[in-house]
């Protein structure tokens, strides 16, 4: 078998294995609850949202992305987390595959393909999760190979793409991006109109082939033509802008921008090399430059779409290469795929969000499973405050049952700015909406803060008297209001000596009353026996195992 060939598996190899890790993906949770709340009571179940109190009569959006609910909720049931994983190292597969489809299409044996196709996984590695939108960055490069094709070589595959765009709309609203392929396609070959615009029309219509309807393209027209998602760029990172000073320092933005570097040369060359513009090669990439630049979750679609960019320009204009030094250049393709592998393998790679390990599964190591355990079997009274990243486990969790304050699939982004960021804007707002929501509870995302330094929001509650912390450990903390109905709860859970954010409470507790320190550790140990403090009290205080 020829270089060519070995370095397109290696690069395969290499895609499956920075996708087979255990999922670790927030949303997958609300897919499987929505999934589950559509088997059990239908359709009407959506508006308004079952999962919230903060919001009586919120309209959901949940029906937009209904197939991914069904179908992640079909492979949890078949298969658990496991197999969810297993599904997304396969998608990422069929992305990582479309510019070599189009290569063999097109009769391309470049070097670049496999080499630029590596780089790209490179850079989008960081969202190979369990996400509805990865379909679309898989979606996006599958499209535009397809158009590719048609461009070079007109055939009825180009009728493979209504299909796309129909299963594409109903398992996520990302199809704009394919239907700017499709129709800048048609545009940059007007002569050819007979051809293109009955194939363009048939993609519209088959996006509107979905429960709501074309009601579904005209909402996603509104969301792209606003600036609403203002509030999320300022709190969220996926939303920052990839030009930002904190964005440029991510690895996977440095190597998008290398890409997007190497892409432009190509296309400058290939414009000197014919004496004629690539239009359609230029206006694409300028499309996913700016797509790329105006988020951080956009890079994974940007570096899917890229290397087909590069078939297409190489496919009429060919690199002056030598058959040695192409295949020279090949083999060394090859040795760094493997590479890859080898080292994914043995010790896993690090993104933005963290360590990776090959693995399947869940990864609870991430996730607040036993807090929320925790918090699911208290009596409350009042409502809870969540974090946003742990809205959509809850929502699995608990099943509505007690609502929640926040989840990532709510679209009001003015009560996000005014009422879920605005307890950290000053102790009067958070009074105020403490007050005015009735919260009793803190469910947040543990993070290393002491009564004088950190958010606002935990600063309060480590000081206000009326808080107190009844758990933590890795991942959570959690803070009750100290109300009559919840006497028991306190005198029960309440950290007294063991708090990770005031450690000179240990010392006080050690000198009097060890026993109650000594049953304190043994509770949180009940509730989470990886408890590290708590294992290091017996271990090196009390010279026990904690067993």
Partial sequence: MRPYRLSLVGVLLGAALLALFPLRSDD?????AVGRRILQEGWHFADPDPFLYSLPGHRTEFLNQWGTHLLAFGLYRLGGFSLLVVFKALLVVVGASAPFWLAARLEVRSFL???LSLLALWAGCDRFIERSSLFSDVAGAGVLALVGAELHQPSRRRWLLPPIFLLWANVHTGFLTGLFFVFLGGLTQWRAARRWFPLALACLLACSIHPRGPALVASVLHDVAGSGYQAYRQA????????????????????LLVLLAAVTGLIIWRGWHRRAVPWFSLLVLIALAYL????????????????????????????????RRERALQGAVLLLALGLCVKV??????????????????????????AADYVHSLPLTGHLFNEHEFGSLLAWRFDGKPPLYYHGFVDDLAFYERDYLGVNRSPEDFAQIVDHYQIDLFFLRRRTVTPTAGPLLHQILLTAPMWKLIYWDDSAMVFLRDRPQYRKILERDEIHYLDPFRPDRLDVGLQRSPGEVRAEALRLLHYNPSNRMAQDFFRVVLKEDPR
Avoid at 28 to 32: D, E, G, N, T, V
Avoid at 236 to 253: G, I, M
Avoid at 296 to 305: D, M, N, Y
């Fill in 28 to 32: 997958i949770f609300m897919h499987l």
């Fill in 113 to 115: 393909v496999p080499a």
């Fill in 292 to 323: 790329g630049q105006s988020a951080i979750r956009f890079v994974t679609t940007v570096s899917f779409a890229l290397p087909v960019l590069v078939v297409d320009l190489l496919a009429d204009s060919p690199l002056p290469l030598s058959f």
């Fill in 236 to 255: 969220n990172f996926e939303w920052l802008s990839t030009l930002d000073s904190r964005a440029l320092q991510t690895r996977e933005v440095q190597r």
């Fill in 345 to 370: 393998a043995e010790g896993g790679y690090v993104t933005k969000s963290g360590p990776r390990h090959l693995g399947l599964g869940l990864d609870d190591t991430r996730l607040p499973l036993m």
